[in-house]
């Protein structure tokens, strides 16, 4: 099985910043996708940003100019900074990834536990 973990989010101010780190372990040959969604009251799980192989990168249209993803691909590690930070931004931002499983490119995906964004005055 994979185990994503997911750390910090928290409460900050509009205009303010904030960095959320995820940490894939388990049973993982190789990452092909790793990235983050979000899901605010009422809505539906929506994508925000994702990283792959050879390092293309994409973003929500709400977020570009404003988030940037890192990924470490030797560590298992994706890193989202959020700056200009909006109540709009409030949600559960879930970790996710897109994985081989094995030396036989079995394909899996997992998703973290979700860390709560609040993004208020």
């Known amino acids: 099985q994979v185990l994503l973990a997911e750390s910090g989010g928290g409460l900050v101010q509009p205009g303010g910043s904030l960095s959320l780190s995820c940490a894939a372990s388990?049973?993982?040959?190789?990452?092909?996708?790793m990235g983050w969604y979000r899901q605010a009251p009422g809505k539906q799980r929506e994508l925000v940003a994702t990283?792959?192989?050879?390092?293309?990168?994409n973003y929500a249209d709400s977020v570009k100019g404003r988030f940037t993803i890192s990924r470490d691909a030797a560590k298992n590690t994706v890193s989202l900074q959020m700056n200009s930070l909006k109540p709009e931004d409030t949600a559960v931002y879930y970790c996710y990834a897109d994985l081989f499983s094995d030396r036989y490119y079995t394909r899996n995906e997992a998703w973290g536990q979700g860390t709560q964004v609040t993004v208020s005055s």
């Open positions: 990283v792959i192989s050879g390092g293309r990168t």
């Open positions: 388990g049973s993982i040959f190789s990452i092909i996708v």
